[in-house]
């Protein structure tokens, strides 16, 4: 699966008519045009109908948070006056808001935000299953190529030897996974030798149930080069607690056959 994750492609894009014709397949997908009335935010539309749309598997930052300027403008400029069309659930989030992909001129525009690094990943399932891959592969390249929220401006980013240095801030931080230790309550991708000083990514039940329903294993990130985001805590070494596949992404992927399960 990582490695689909980041098979290289000239186009990062959904060709329009296979996406339509997929997701329109899901009965509870809905494909329709609209008219832009204004840019809430960087991830945020509010259309001439007065309904208000929420681009699917991304997060942008809020108003008076760094970059949050960017990315309001990046969408702007993506979306520019033309209809979009709309691929949306059925179900709308809890503000009322539709959860769609919007595409603008046969791009995609919530994979142009992350390819530009003024959005971060932000998979929440079923709905936006279809581009989690495009999401996810277009973020780990923005992360690799040191791009917008990536830059180490808006997020500091650390190495996994000096995460103890950052209890309570949220970071990025980098590393090598060395290992997967399957405990019975808990997952750990252990960055170091001693698990009771060094860094870990850890997976309670819930985190592993979101790997599952995108179809990772989290094995397969042993032997890769990862960025790690969330605020670090400390439980024996530094951790951070990953809620799904959204907050680590593959720079370098060297996975090792086995997935070594290590020992506690």
Same mark, same amino acid.
């Not at 997701?23 to 208000?52: F, H, I, M, P, Y």
């Not at 405990?183 to 997976?203: P, Q, S």
């Not at 969330?230 to 996975?255: A, T």
């Given at each position: 699966?990582?490695? $689909?994750?980041?098979?290289?492609?000239?186009?990062?894009?959904?060709?329009?008519?296979?996406?339509?014709?997929? /997701?329109?397949?899901?009965?509870? &997908?809905?494909?329709?045009?609209?008219?832009?009335? +204004?840019?809430?935010?960087?991830?945020?539309?509010?259309?001439?109908?007065? $309904?208000?749309?929420?681009?699917?598997? !991304? =997060?942008?930052?809020?108003?008076?948070?760094?970059?949050?300027?960017?990315?309001?403008?990046?969408?702007?400029?993506?979306?520019?006056?033309?209809?979009?069309?709309? !691929?949306?659930?059925?179900?709308?989030?809890?503000?009322? @808001?539709?959860?769609?992909? &919007? @595409?603008? =001129?046969?791009?995609?525009?919530? &994979?142009?935000?992350?390819?530009?690094?003024?959005?971060?990943?932000?998979?929440? *399932?079923?709905?936006?299953?279809?581009? %989690?891959?495009?999401?996810?592969?277009?973020?780990?390249?923005?992360?690799?190529?040191?791009?917008? /929220?990536?830059?180490?401006?808006?997020?500091?980013?650390?190495? #996994?030897?000096?995460?103890?240095? #950052?209890?309570?801030? +949220?970071?990025?931080?980098?590393?090598?996974?060395?290992?997967?230790?399957?405990? +019975?309550?808990?997952? #750990?991708?252990?960055?170091?030798?001693?698990? @009771?000083?060094?860094?870990?990514?850890?997976?309670?039940?819930?985190?592993? %149930?979101?790997?599952?329903?995108?179809?990772?294993? *989290?094995?397969?990130?042993?032997?890769?080069?990862?960025?790690?985001?969330?605020?670090?805590? +400390?439980?024996?070494?530094?951790?951070?607690?990953?809620?799904?596949?959204? $907050?680590?992404?593959?720079?370098?992927?060297? *996975?090792?056959?086995? %997935?070594?399960?290590?020992? @506690?």
């Amino acid at each position: 699966m990582i490695a $689909q994750m980041l098979r290289a492609g000239a186009a990062s894009l959904f060709i329009l008519a296979s996406a339509t014709s997929s /997701l329109a397949a899901d009965a509870g &997908v809905v494909c329709s045009t609209a008219v832009v009335k +204004r840019v809430v935010d960087g991830d945020t539309l509010e259309l001439e109908s007065g $309904q208000r749309v929420r681009l699917l598997g !991304i =997060d942008t930052p809020e108003r008076g948070e760094s970059m949050a300027d960017e990315a309001s403008a990046m969408l702007e400029k993506l979306i520019g006056s033309n209809p979009l069309e709309l !691929i949306s659930c059925r179900d709308t989030d809890p503000y009322g @808001r539709l959860l769609s992909v &919007v @595409r603008a =001129d046969d791009v995609n525009v919530n &994979v142009a935000l992350i390819r530009e690094g003024v959005a971060l990943p932000l998979l929440i *399932p079923p709905c936006g299953s279809e581009i %989690s891959d495009e999401i996810l592969r277009n973020a780990s390249i923005a992360a690799k190529n040191g791009k917008g /929220l990536y830059s180490g401006e808006a997020i500091k980013v650390v190495s #996994h030897l000096d995460a103890d240095d #950052h209890i309570g801030s +949220r970071v990025m931080v980098r590393g090598k996974v060395l290992a997967l230790h399957r405990g +019975r309550k808990a997952w #750990h991708l252990n960055f170091g030798e001693d698990y @009771r000083t060094d860094f870990t990514a850890v997976l309670f039940d819930e985190g592993r %149930s979101r790997f599952r329903e995108f179809d990772i294993d *989290p094995g397969d990130l042993v032997g890769a080069e990862v960025l790690v985001i969330g605020k670090v805590k +400390r439980y024996n070494g530094p951790e951070i607690i990953l809620r799904g596949p959204d $907050q680590i992404l593959v720079l370098n992927p060297d *996975p090792v056959s086995g %997935s070594p399960t290590g020992s @506690r």
